[in-house]
């Protein structure tokens, strides 16, 4: 029987432990917090897309829910990096790239998907309702049309009609150093608005764990400004710009996607995380990794990874100083600089 005294004691450890939240353990022997919903992104417009997630999380609803609602605010967001009002590639058409992942490793993605506001929806839908992982280009559309997506007018945003007018002045035949040019004036919040009035990072990545310690991520993209036609970035490619396992955690990429999808980026910093690292060094470990590939030409390029565990820690760390991410939690909602290899 318990006495009174050690039921006091019981009660006040247990009303100690619900606050922090229930613990279990994954299979992989990851300690698993519940009752903390948490969301992260990437860059300063992650503020107002975890407070879209938020509406989900903060309900108890699935985390798969909360990141779809929570980036879809980026993408209508107009003068921004992703979704219709972004840059365009050099023959002037907005082409967008996303995918989604869940806790039980079903995902989905689309990508040179041109004309369809929500490509991030789209992507669900590839994932919840074909067999497939992947459609690209017309197909994509297509498959979006079919699913009642209405096919936007082609037209570019005004912001993105005066960057792309600037941009032909020139015509040069690469996109810019995709982030780079953001750590020299702006400050770690800006979105990436370039002196030139230029919108140069194209990304939003969100990773989300629910009130049952469930994990979801989403990412979208137009990719590179003035990419070539039908280049594609990371961001639609699970692995590299998403990846998320329910046993240990989920890790998101921006920044020159080439570079991510040469390591496989956010796939190896989850496979760090399995091996016991934090999310900040196993974030750490795949920039060095990258700039060990690159050497030299690491200075001209920024990648950044941002990712959360299964305890509902996270982390991040990117090539140059400029990175950050935005947290919201049941107690705190804030952006948070991400520590970097290169001032
Ligand atoms: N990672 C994206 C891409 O390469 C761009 C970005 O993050 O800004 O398409």
Redesign the pocket.
Known sequence: MVNRRKFIQFSAFTGFASLLGKRAWSADGMETIKGKPIVISTWGSGLAANKGAWEVLGKGGRALDAVEKGVMVTELEDNC?VGLGANPDRDGFVTL?ACIMDEFANCGSVAFLERIKHPISVARRVMEKTPHVMLVGSGAQQFAVAEGFPLEEQKLSPAAQKNYENWLKKSEYKPPA??IENKKDHGPFAPNKLESGEWN???IGMVAMDTNGNMSGSCT?S??GFKMRGR????PIIGA?LFVDNEVGACT??????D?IRVAGSHSVVELMRQGLSPEAACKKVIERIIRIKGAKAKDIQVGFLALNKKGQHGAYAIHKGFSYAIKTNDMEKMIVSKYMME
Do not use: R
């Open positions: 990096c790239d995709i982030n990072h194209d990304t993209t990719g590179a594609l970035g990371d961001s710009g990429a921006t920044g020159q996607g080439e991510v």
